[in-house]
């Protein structure tokens, strides 16, 4: 008897561990490194060979995962993702006729924007050329686009090596709701600031991207672990 109730107190403790251990909670930041596959812009197929410079930002946020066994387990979370670069060789100047209603941007513009025409630094060189003429109140800048969201993973993670230096391939999908949206102007020479002068208007609410990355993990002690897990986010 005593033997059975010692086997059955031994079996209780494993089992009450086994279930303790599947849960992990962390928190996380990362270095955000931001770049296109392919040329064009979002904003205006007027502005596809302008060059682009991809910002680099951060994310931080907080997640949790679930062991379904030694090896694969579910994660998910919540996080900030900032995503920002700019269209540079931008020549712009004010008009007296209402640029939303005739320019082929991709721009819902505000009041600041509405009679700012925006050109290809080129083809203000083209009409000066061909007329020999310029606006006089012309400047030349970038635009910069940055967008906000929030953002919701789900993943699997599938470890190839479970010890104290762990290594795991993981996969999904994150939901992005989108929490800021805004497009502005700035001159090369600084005198004119960053003007905001609209948002994007062919951005959704609600975006996916597919995820697929590596995880490499540290146990320092039974209840604490180091990971590093760097991800490709399309």
Do not use: C
């Amino acid at each position: 008897m005593e033997k059975l109730l010692r086997e059955k107190e031994t079996k209780k403790v494993a089992d009450e561990k086994e279930k303790w251990s599947k849960w992990a909670v962390n928190s996380f930041v990362s270095p955000i490194f931001f770049n296109s596959f392919a040329n064009g812009s979002p904003i205006s197929n007027e502005f596809a060979s302008n060059e682009k410079t991809f910002n680099n930002s951060t994310s931080y946020g907080v997640g949790v995962s679930y062991n379904v066994n030694k090896r694969l387990s579910v994660k998910t979370g919540v996080s900030n993702l900032n995503l920002d670069y700019d269209t540079e060789n931008i020549a712009f100047y004010s008009s007296f006729e209402d640029q939303s209603k005739i320019s082929n941007t991709n721009i819902e513009r505000n009041s600041n924007g509405k009679y700012l025409v925006l050109k290809h630094e080129k083809d203000i060189s083209k009409s000066v050329i061909e007329n020999q003429m310029i606006p006089s109140n012309q400047n030349s800048g970038k635009l910069n686009q940055k967008t906000q969201y929030v953002e919701v993973p789900l993943e699997l993670s599938y470890a190839i090596l479970n010890k104290k230096i762990g290594i795991a391939i993981k996969g999904g999908m994150s939901t992005l709701f989108l929490t800021e949206n805004v497009i502005s102007i700035s001159g090369n020479d600084g005198n004119d600031g960053n003007m905001q002068i609209g948002k994007a208007s062919n951005l959704n609410n609600v975006h996916f991207s597919s995820n697929l990355g590596l995880g490499f993990r540290y146990n320092f002690m039974k209840n604490f672990q180091l990971n590093v897990e760097p991800t490709l986010k399309y």
